[in-house]
């Protein structure tokens, strides 16, 4: 598994981090939420799915339409109206 845990925290922009359990590069043991949270900067958002694979989160088999740009849009959009307000 990778060693990021400790390095979190130095994350200063909004950033976005997108998980799938069934991940064959990246999988369930890649990321503790324990870990993550415990070192994590209030700028760091995980997101786990059980599926989805390594560039997949397609809407379905059948599909080469995938969702993940819908939560990571909001995700973006959320720190924007933030950036607005502090402005």
Do not use: C, M
Not at 6 to 27: E, N, R, S
Not at 48 to 57: A, M, S
């Amino acid at each position: 598994a990778l060693q990021y845990y400790d390095q979190l925290h130095k994350i200063k922009v909004p950033t976005f981090f997108i998980y799938a359990d069934d991940d064959p590069v990246f999988g369930p043991d890649s990321y503790k939420r324990e870990n993550i949270e415990k070192n994590a900067s209030d700028k760091v958002l995980v997101g786990v799915t059980k599926r989805g694979g390594h560039f997949g989160f397609f809407e379905s088999v059948f599909s080469s339409e995938q969702w993940f740009p819908k939560p990571a849009f909001e995700f973006l959009n959320y720190y924007a109206r933030q950036q607005q307000k502090s402005d």
